[in-house]
């Protein structure tokens, strides 16, 4: 299937490498200064790098749909910085997937491709798309569900290793970030691991830097710029989270869910395969 995601951050690229691994054509949208904080398992960071790789998986800018379709052919995974997803019009895929991430739906609608998926709070099967995708951690993490809506957004982070809140690293003032941990480094608590705006901003727990926005992007006081995880394992900073494959399997059972509704669009003459 002819694939595209909107989004670019890291569960976006957990389902990125889901699909790919099961061989559809995948194309990733992407605003113009992006703001993934594990950006090293992103494929948003090829937007200010043109190329970014994530495990198996070379991620490349691209401009125009003739480079999108040469990556393609090529093994890559193309992104494209298209804020509102234009694209969609003449790419014309058969899956548009929502993984933006904003809790709320930004103006995806159930009609843009024969079949939608909604990637946690923010939509509801039926009425935003087809299917949606629960994202909380928990018993129903990557549940696809056909009728009703993704749990609420609660505004604090899944537990790891016995941490919630304090993973998190926040903006501490209006301005240019600063970074001066860097992901993979190991930091105690109350130790200073960024500046933005100038302002000193300070770990709330040990562990190591799983993800740090990158130097000189523009962010406002209590923006997520940064993560921490107890577990103090390496490997963990540079490969896709088991949330984010939860996910992206999640996104898999929906597309089987909904190969039948795609199946019968075909045979009535809504959908012409190309």
Not at 92 to 102: F, S
Not at 154 to 173: K, Q, V
Request: charged share 25%; glycine share 12%; with cysteine.
């Amino acid at each position: 299937m002819r694939i595209l995601i909107k989004g670019a951050g890291d569960l976006a690229t957990g389902i990125a490498y889901e699909l790919w691994l099961a061989g559809h054509e995948v194309l990733m949208t992407e605003i113009a200064i992006p703001l993934a904080v594990r950006r090293m398992v992103s494929f948003s960071r090829a937007v200010y790098e043109k190329e970014a790789v994530v495990e198996r998986v070379r991620g490349v800018l691209t401009a125009s749909l003739q480079e999108v379709y040469r990556e393609q052919k090529k093994g890559n995974i193309p992104v494209m910085v298209d804020e509102h997803a234009n694209i969609l019009w003449k790419y014309q895929p058969d899956v548009l997937v929502d993984a933006i991430m904003a809790k709320k739906n930004l103006g995806t609608s159930i009609t843009d491709a024969p079949v939608v998926i909604g990637i946690g709070p923010g939509f509801c099967a039926g009425r935003d798309c087809h299917f949606v995708i629960e994202t909380q951690r928990g018993p129903r993490l990557g549940e696809v569900i056909q009728h009703g809506c993704a749990i609420p957004n609660t505004g604090i982070p899944g537990n790891i290793a016995g941490y919630t809140i304090e993973r998190l690293i926040r903006a501490s003032a209006d301005g240019m970030m600063e970074p001066l941990a860097q992901i993979g480094d190991v930091v105690e608590k109350g130790q200073m691991v960024a500046k933005t705006g100038g302002v000193p901003v300070y770990a709330l727990m040990s562990g190591i830097i799983r993800g740090m926005l990158q130097e000189g992007v523009e962010v406002t006081k209590g923006l997520k710029i940064g993560d921490i995880d107890a577990r103090i394992v390496l490997k963990n900073c540079y490969t896709i989270s088991d949330k984010a494959r939860k996910i992206g399997q999640g996104v898999k059972a929906a597309l089987l869910e909904g190969n039948q509704t795609f199946s019968e669009k075909v045979r009535n003459g809504c959908i012409h395969l190309r």
